[in-house]
Structure formats: C-alpha cells, structure tokens
C-alpha cells in the first residue's frame, strides 16, 4: 500500500513538473502573466511529493518489503536498521530517487530565498529547474522504477546490500555527492533564464555565485568522503584511483571552481560574461555526463551497478535536450553581450582568466582520458584498452604547478592593472622561508627528501604565504588584520585547503610503505622503523557476517597500539570482505590488512605506513568550508 | 596596438599555450599508458612482446587456483572457454576472486606463455562482470 502511495507521488510529481516546466509558453496562448503565480507553488508541491515518496521507499525498506524488486536485491532482515534506511541508496533506482530530490531542494531553496524579487526571472529559471526534475523523474519511472514489485511470488528474504556499502561513510556519501552535482543545475537555469530575459549583468552575477559555489562545496565534500571510504573500506590504502567515476565527480568540481572564479570577474568588472554562461552549461553537461558515466556501464569502474543499454540512451537523450538546447539559445540569444573593459597582463582579470583557462583545459583532458577507452573501441574494431592512472599524474602536475602559483599571487593583483609590482620579492621572503622550515623538517622526520616532496612544500609555502602575508602587510593594526582575515574567511580557508591538500598527497606518493607478508603467529616485520607483531588469531560472530581477526601489535619509539583487521563472511550475499586496521597518529597512518590463511597459524597480510595521508581530507573539509562561508555571505546581501 | 585588441592577444595566446601545453601531455601520457586487453584467445593469435604491459581478462577455471604453503604465490588458469592463460601473482588478492569469478589482471607475458601479473582486480559486486570480461565470455560462448 505504502509502496503505491509512494509510485502514486512519483507519478504526481512527474505531471507536476512537466506543468511548471512548461507553463512558460502558456503566455503564448493567453498573453498574460498568470504563471508567474503559480510556478512557485507547482514547484513546492512536487519537492514535497518527491519527499512523501522517498519517505515511502524509505519506510517500505524498514518494514523488509521485498515484494518490492528493488528492495529484495538491495537489503535483508539480517540488515542493521541503520544500513535498511541507508540502503534506500544503495543502488541506481534508489539513488536515482535521491538525486531528483536533491535537485528539488535546490529548486525550493531557490524559490524561497528569490520569491520578493523579479517575478519573471524567477518563473523562468523554476521553469527550467522543473524541465530537468520532469526529465529525470521520467527516467527514473520509464527505465528504472524503485517501487517496481515482483508479483506474484514474494521472496521472503532480500538479496542484501552490498558488504562494502554497510558502512557510515557510505550512508552520507552520495547525498553530498548528489546535492553537488544537481546544485549545478541550479546556475545553468540561472543562465537560460538570464539569457532569455536579457538581463545578463553584474546582478545575475552575484546571484548565480552563492549557487556555484555550494555545489563546489557539495562535490569537495563528496568527492572527500569518497576517497576516504575507499582508502579504508577497500583494503588497498589507496585515496584516489583514477577511476573513470572519480573522474566523473572530479570534472564538475573543476568546472565549478573555474565557474564562480569567473563570475566574480563577470560581478565586478562585467566582462567574460559570456565565458560565464558557456562554464554554467558546460559545468551542468558535466554533471549530467557524470551521472552517465556512473550509471550507463559503459565504462569498467567500481562503481557499475548495472548493465543497461535502454538506460545509457536516455540519458543521452536528456543530455542533448538540455545542452544542445541551452548551446541553440545561447548562440542565438547572446547578441553580443556588452560590457567591455581593458585590462593588463599584470591585472587580476588576466589571473582570473588563467586561472579558468588551466581549470577547464585540466577538466576536459581529465574527461578526454576518461573516454578514451570508448574513443578508441570504436576506432579499433572493438579492441579495448584501458587508460592507466599515470596519465593523470603526468597530466595533473604541471597544471597543479600553475595554478598553485595563481594562488600565491592572486591576492597581490589589482583589477585592470597592478602599479606596484613588487609582491614576487615580498611574497618570495616569506614562503622561502616557510618552505625551508617545512623541507627541515619533513628531513628530519623521513630522513630523506625527494623532488616531489620539494616541490609539493614550494607549493605549499607558495600558497600559505601568499594568502597570509599579504593580510599582515595591508594591516596597521591587530584590529584590521583580523577584520581583513574575517573577510576574506572564505577564500583563505579555500585556498589554504589547497595547499594541504598538496603538502599531503606530496607525502604521501613519496613516503608510503606498502609490503605483502607472510607472517606466522608470533612473528614481527619490521617496514620504515616500525615493527609488526602478528600476536593472534580469533573467529567470531556478529549481527549478519562471521569473522576472523587478527591481533597485531605496533611498535615504534613512542607508540605501542594494538589493531585488529577482519576478514567477514556476510551470512546472506555469503560475500568475503576484508576490513582493514588503521592506526591514525597526526603525522603517519599505520595500516594493515588481513590476507588468508596460507599454513598452520600462518597468514598474509599488506602492513602499509601512510605518512600525511589526513592532511588531504583536511584539505578537502578546508576547501568545503570556505565554499559554504563565501556563500552564506553571498545569499546574506542578496 | 589598441588595448582592447592588445588584451584579445592576450586571451588568445594563452588558450593556444594552455591548449598545446595539455596536448603534449595528453600524447605523451596516452602513448605510455594505454594497457591493451587481451582474451586467453588472443593471446594464442598475436605475440605479444614480453616488454609490454597488458591487461588479459576470463573466468578462473575451477580447481586451477593453486596456493603455495607459507608463501603469497599463487597460480590459477583462466579461461575464455576456447583457450586457456596461466597467471601467477604474488601478493594478496582481493576479496572477490575466487573460482568461476570473472577477473582483469594487469602486467606482462613470460617466454615460457606464462602471464606474471602485477595486479588483480575482482570487481565489487559479485553478480557484475568487468565489461571486457562479459564481452569474451559472450563472443566465445
């Protein structure tokens, strides 16, 4: 019953959508305005029945409904009610209900915040908002329906969700991720609608920001949450795959970034504005591509739930309605946006500009790579290839290099052009400084150092300095350094996550340890200065898996900790996983996985030393930070 | 020169730089790392040189995994129900790799047709079939 109500919601909501996508074009029909009125609340009620109808999918997960086909492969009653609820989106059809009513809250939010202001703007940007929920709810009903029931034979018990998704990280993970990548729709409509009205100036500008720099935000912490959970539920110790979902999220974020760097050269100066517009829509193709890649199969990745062709072209179909179609308006709307003024190489907007023609130039090689698997498959009469992670690396680096440098410098430019050019000797003082202290003392705790740590701590000082510094230079007093650090909050915490986030996958590319051993009960391996006792081994039971764990003891100067990594038999899917042991100290990660059973009382095992590893995801939550406070103050003076 | 056509010097310049710069790289990274999938059938048609580094991808014949005592050694045949490869790794592998469980191994052929494998990957799901692996299995079956 609960489950028809909740298809009965979905249904609503898909007519509801189309009715406030679409009402636009009622004022060809009846030349007035009346739709002004009603877009707003059409818009509300079909984010509260996709609410009331994840509520129902949620509740029938609770209740163990395995008449339902989506739940019977997704959870079990051995399932914690924890993971039930979490399992809601464990899978496509379910996270696919998930994204659609991330998108709603945006809508909503939007409407909310912008319902005093300009009626028509506002109709239209909920116009194109409800097009693309109608589009997305049309697909989750015609090709992947979560309330789909399997009649008339119930299976009493449900196939469960996958072992290495029943995990906290997990649960939080494609929420964040979701609210991310559909948030970018958000200043796409802001663009079309801009587009369409005319009104493509300093005010659309300030508005569309707030909403970009969210989804940044949203993705940083998403893609963080990712890599983390990866890093320890995997059992390799690795933080980034180059995995072509990874990517998927990565090229958004890029593409963000570079959008609301834009849009404050787009807000003050009024220009680039149409390099703006093609970043909003190329951000949201982005996105959309990205929930392609994940769900269409088309590409080998840990991510792929399912293999489904009908899928694949749908998407594709939303893909070039919304894209095409916004690229169609926008070569026919823009007719020649005004606004022009003059600049020097030595200007703030000349920075900007490098800066978005590195980020977006990254983004589309990252893109290119990940495709190339397709590319040349077709190409090359069906032979498969795959592109393997050094690409990326090799790729990354020199962008990293340059946009780092942007960073340390940004701060120092003027707009238009800068007078005094001195920052290189004053910023150069400070972080040579700093860098010098870091490289003593990473020296002092490695023993060794290597060109890539070098150039991650320049980096890094490069950054620090150049966002810090020039605070204390412009301030007389305590009492205006801490007005000048308040203000700028956002963007130093951002930037400062960066260098982080550099120092730490510095390190830790140079300084990992990683050995596969054989060890007997009793036996010790010494990796890097620390050793690794293999003390005992136990077998047990827990709510739905069997387990065997092992007891290993560190020792190093200063630290004597015991951990136990697991190897889990989950009773239902029968499913063998390996839950490694992580023992974090600020400085180094000590980590080990249990192998299997090889002779009597022997074991394999992977011991790894992570040195920094934290300091990414550090990073990463600096990044988000500074995203969610510069917009709080956007939304605020809107 | 005038600014405004000064500046779009600039503009334009620095597309080009930013656009070759990322070419070079993306060869340059394309021509070193593409790792080409091969079947066990294939593998008997082409020779492939032991320098190169390949991925080869089947099903793990039943009862051919075989484990040395007190070592991370392990061998194991996989199949593409034509021909058969003979795949040695040391190190541990992941949890998912068991026998019948399609697998994409990574690394290079021996002289004596023996694959030495650097790395394994067991997909996530136990129901999912990386796409090259689904791919052979369906032409050869």
Redesign the interface.
């Known amino acids: 019953m609960i489950v028809e109500i909740g298809h009965i919601f979905l249904i609503g909501a898909l007519v509801v959508s189309f009715i406030a996508g679409f009402s636009p074009l009622l004022r060809f029909l009846t030349k007035d305005n009346f739709y002004y009125m009603v877009i707003g609340p059409m818009n509300n009620l079909v984010c509260l029945f996709i609410f009331l109808s994840l509520i129902s999918l949620i509740y029938s997960f609770l209740v163990d409904d395995f008449s339902v086909a989506y739940i019977a492969n997704n959870s079990n009653t051995l399932l914690p009610t924890y993971y039930k609820f979490a399992a809601t989106w464990g899978a496509h059809e379910g996270s696919l209900l998930l994204w659609i009513f991330c998108l709603c809250l945006w809508s909503t939010t939007y409407f909310f915040i912008n319902r005093q202001k300009d009626e028509e703007f506002v109709a239209l940007t909920l116009s194109v908002l409800n097009q693309i929920i109608f589009a997305f709810i049309a697909f989750t009903i015609f090709t992947s329906n979560p309330f789909e029931r399997i009649l008339p034979v119930v299976p009493i018990e449900g196939a469960d969700l996958n072992p290495l998704l029943q995990d906290f990280a997990f649960t939080i993970h494609p929420p964040l991720l979701y609210l991310g990548y559909s948030g970018l729709a958000v200043p796409f409509a802001l663009s079309l609608s801009a587009l369409i009205s005319k009104k493509i100036d300093s005010v659309w500008a300030r508005e569309a920001r707030p909403w970009s720099l969210l989804s940044s935000g949203f993705l940083t912490l998403g893609i963080a949450l990712g890599s983390w959970w990866a890093y320890y539920e995997l059992g390799w110790g690795g933080w980034w795959f180059w995995d072509p979902v990874e990517n998927a999220a990565f090229v958004p974020w890029l593409i963000s970034v570079a959008m609301f760097h834009s849009l404050i050269v787009t807000e003050k100066r009024g220009i680039y504005k149409n390099w703006s517009i093609l970043l909003s829509i190329l951000a949201f193709a982005a996105s959309i591509l990205g929930t392609f890649l994940v769900r269409s199969g088309i590409l080998t990745s840990v991510h792929v739930f399912a293999l489904d062709p009908e899928r694949g072209v749908f998407i594709l179909a939303i893909f070039s309605y919304f894209i095409l179609g916004s690229l169609i308006f926008y070569s026919f709307l823009n007719n020649k946006l005004p606004g022009r003024s003059t600049y020097n190489l030595t200007s703030k907007e000349f920075g900007f500009l490098l800066n978005n023609i590195l980020l977006v130039i990254l983004a589309l090689s990252i893109m290119f790579g990940t495709l190339f698997p397709l590319i040349y498959e077709a190409l090359n009469d069906g032979d498969q290839i795959s592109v393997g992670a050094p690409y990326y690396e090799i790729l990354i680096l020199p962008f990293a290099l340059a946009l780092s440098i942007l960073q340390g410098v940004g701060l120092y430019l003027s707009w238009s052009s800068t007078k005094q050019f001195n920052f290189l000797n004053r910023v150069a003082i400070e972080s040579f400084s700093i860098f010098v202290i870091l490289s003593l003392l990473v020296f002092f705790i490695f023993g060794t150092l290597s060109w890539g740590t070098f150039l991650a701590i320049a980096m890094f000082s490069w950054i620090f300095s150049g966002n810090l510094v020039d605070a204390v230079y412009q301030s007389t007093q305590l009492q205006e350094l801490k007005s000048i650090l308040i203000k700028r909050f956002g963007m130093i915490s951002a930037h400062l996550g960066t260098a982080f986030l550099i120092l730490g996958v510095g390190i830790v590319t140079t300084f990992s340890l990683e050995r596969d051993v054989v060890l007997q009960k009793g036996e010790s391996y010494k990796l890097g200065s620390t050793h690794f006792i293999f003390k005992e081994i136990q077998e047990a039971k827990r709510l739905n898996y069997s387990f065997q764990s092992a007891d290993i003891e560190i020792r190093e100067e200063g630290l004597i900790d015991q951990i136990s990594p697991e190897k889990r038999n989950y009773l239902s899917s029968n499913q063998v996983m390996t839950e490694a042991a992580i023992k974090p100290t600020l400085l180094q990660d000590y980590y080990v996985t249990l192998g299997e059973q090889v002779g009597d009382g022997t074991w394999t095992f992977k011991l790894q030393i992570k040195p920094f590893i934290r300091w990414i995801w550090f990073g990463a939550i600096l990044i988000a930070l500074g995203t969610f406070v510069s917009s709080y103050r956007y939304v605020k003076r809107l | 020169m005038h ?2 056509r ?2 779009r010097l ?2 334009v310049l ?2 080009l730089l ?2 070759a ?2 070419a070079f ?2 060869f ?3 021509s ?6 091969y079947s066990p059938s294939d593998l008997k048609k082409e020779k492939i040189s032991v320098d190169n580094q390949i ?1 080869v991808g089947g099903m793990v014949k039943k009862d051919s995994i075989n ?6 050694r392990t061998s194991f045949v996989i199949t593409d129900f034509e021909e058969d490869l003979l795949i040695t790794y ?4 992941p ?2 790799f068991s026998e019948e469980a399609g697998i ?1 191994a990574k690394g290079k052929i021996n002289e004596e047709g023996t694959f030495i494998a650097n790395e394994v990957l067991a ?4 129901n ?1 079939m ?3 692996v ?2 052979t299995l369906k032409d050869k079956k």
């Open positions: 600014p405004i000064k500046q600039y503009v620095s597309i930013g656009t710069v990322a790289l993306v340059k990274g394309l070193e790392n593409i790792n080409l999938f991925r484990k040395e005592n007190n070592s991370l040391e190190g541990i592998l949890d998912l994409v997909k996530h799901d136990e999912y990386p796409p090259e689904a791919k």
